[in-house]
């Protein structure tokens, strides 16, 4: 068995495939194909969930109610999510895009050999699609906005500002047409040079800027594509957008719009539920079209 090979990076939403493997599960059963448009959430790092859709044949069809990461061993066990045992690339294992459905049990026009459509939510995908290219354009704009508080070199992001984004991320939670970021502000970050005490004072004036800078970021219509390494799941992937400060390149296996002309405004909130928390919460409007 080979990888699935995966062409949602190129923003495809429907394909035609065979059944390679097909589990029953009291979670919902589990069919992988050997090529599917559908975006798995990552197991290791789950920022942005999996494609939803439907798998057909004919009139026979089941509802997909999340696209998982899946990897099979050479002896045939199957494991899904975060009961994979393995890192990614460990020998052994064949690393594949599972499509979970809403029956326990494999449908028997959809055992292996088996050709099946398979249709992904093309309004879900859009609105996560601008929810994340929507999270990394914040994410650049906190940087340029935060640069002035580091009192040392902490290493720069992919537009050359000193990288907060890098040092403090925790956990970043996207969804449809926006996104949540946590920002641990603990002793680390403090002795990696940055001015905590100085961020909570102007709190109001950074968040100013950020939507200032992201204005003009979508006014500009740039750019924006995920690049792949190769067609398979395991390739690696990178999100490049063209914008007015140069080229942002970032590695990330997510969707992403195909232009900021996608958006109508993309904005920020920051608030510090606690002195050692920065949330961000980003809201992306779509572009009327």
Not at 69 to 85: E, F, N
Not at 164 to 188: P, T, V
Request: with cysteine; aromatic share 4%.
């Amino acid at each position: 068995m080979n990888p699935t090979a995966v062409t949602f990076p190129q923003r495809a939403t429907t394909a035609e495939a065979p059944v390679v493997l097909a589990v029953s599960s009291p979670d919902g059963a589990v069919i992988v194909v050997d090529e599917t448009p559908f975006h798995p959430v990552d197991h290791t790092w789950p920022d942005q969930p999996g494609d939803t859709g439907s798998v057909r044949i004919g009139e026979e069809r089941v509802d997909v109610v999340e696209a998982v990461m899946a990897a099979v061993s050479d002896d045939g066990v199957l494991a899904v999510g975060g009961d994979i045992p393995v890192k990614r690339g460990a020998e052994g294992w064949t690393w594949l895009v599972g499509h979970r459905i809403d029956t326990p049990a494999v449908p028997a026009w959809a055992a292996p050999g088996a050709t099946v459509v398979l249709d992904v939510d093309g309004a879900r995908r859009d609105a996560l699609s601008r929810g994340h290219t929507g999270c990394h354009l914040a994410s650049l704009a906190l940087d340029m906005a935060l640069a002035d508080l580091w009192r040392k070199a902490p290493g720069v992001d992919a537009l050359g500002s000193p990288d907060f984004e890098g040092r403090a991320n925790q956990i970043s939670r996207i969804h449809e047409d926006g996104a949540i970021d946590d920002y641990r502000l603990g002793k680390s970050l403090r002795k990696a040079g940055f001015d905590t005490e100085a961020l909570a004072a102007s709190l109001v004036d950074r968040e100013v800027r950020i939507n200032a800078q992201l204005a003009q970021w979508v006014a500009s219509g740039a750019r924006s594509v995920v690049e792949t390494d190769g067609a398979t799941i395991i390739d690696h992937r990178r999100w490049r957008c063209e914008l007015p400060e140069g080229e942002a390149v970032i590695p990330c296996g997510g969707t992403h719009v195909s232009s900021l002309a996608e958006f109508s405004s993309i904005s920020v909130t920051l608030e510090l539920p606690t002195p050692q928390l920065l949330v961000m919460t980003t809201t992306t409007v779509a572009a009327q079209s």
